[in-house]
C-alpha cells in the first residue's frame, strides 16, 4: 500500500525538504502534483512505497559495539545492529540486536 505526503508552506522550505526525502532510495516517489498558494507558498502532494529493488545495506544501519568483562578483566567486543538498551532494574540490563559477524 503507497503512502501519501503532503507538505505545504514557505516555497523555498518545501523544495528543501522535498529534495531531502529524495535523497534516501529505500522510497520511490511518484504520482506528485503541485499548487502554488500564493507568491511564496506551496503544496507539494506525493505519493511513494518502499523501493524494491533497495535492499537494506550495513551503512543504513545503526551499529553498536558492546564490550562485556569478565570478574578476571578478559574483555569480549560484540558489535551489534539496530540494538536496543533496556534497564530492567534491580541492575539488570537487556541488551538486544543483530549481530553481522562473518565469522562468528
Given at each position: 500500500?503507497?503512502?501519501r505526503l503532503?507538505v505545504?508552506?514557505c516555497r523555498?522550505?518545501?523544495?528543501?525538504?522535498?529534495?531531502?526525502?529524495?535523497?534516501?532510495?529505500?522510497?520511490?516517489f511518484?504520482?506528485?502534483s503541485?499548487?502554488?498558494l500564493?507568491a511564496?507558498e506551496?503544496?507539494?502532494?506525493?505519493?511513494?512505497?518502499?523501493n524494491?529493488?533497495?535492499?537494506?545495506s550495513?551503512?543504513?544501519r545503526q551499529?553498536?559495539?558492546?564490550?562485556l568483562?569478565?570478574?578476571?578483566g578478559?574483555?569480549?567486543e560484540?558489535?551489534?545492529?539496530?540494538?536496543?538498551?533496556?534497564?530492567?532494574?534491580?541492575?539488570?540490563t537487556y541488551?538486544?540486536?543483530?549481530?553481522?559477524?562473518?565469522?562468528?
Open positions: 500500500m503507497a503512502l503532503i505545504e508552506g523555498d522550505k518545501v523544495r528543501q525538504f522535498v529534495d531531502f526525502l529524495k535523497i534516501s532510495h529505500q522510497w520511490r511518484y504520482n506528485r503541485r499548487l502554488s500564493g511564496d506551496l503544496r507539494i502532494d506525493y505519493f511513494f512505497d518502499e524494491p529493488h533497495m535492499k537494506p550495513i551503512t543504513t551499529i553498536s559495539k558492546l564490550t568483562t569478565s570478574e578476571d578478559i574483555k569480549m560484540i558489535t551489534l545492529l539496530d540494538a536496543e538498551v533496556v534497564e530492567m532494574g534491580n541492575g539488570i541488551i538486544h540486536g543483530k549481530s553481522y559477524d562473518p565469522y562468528s
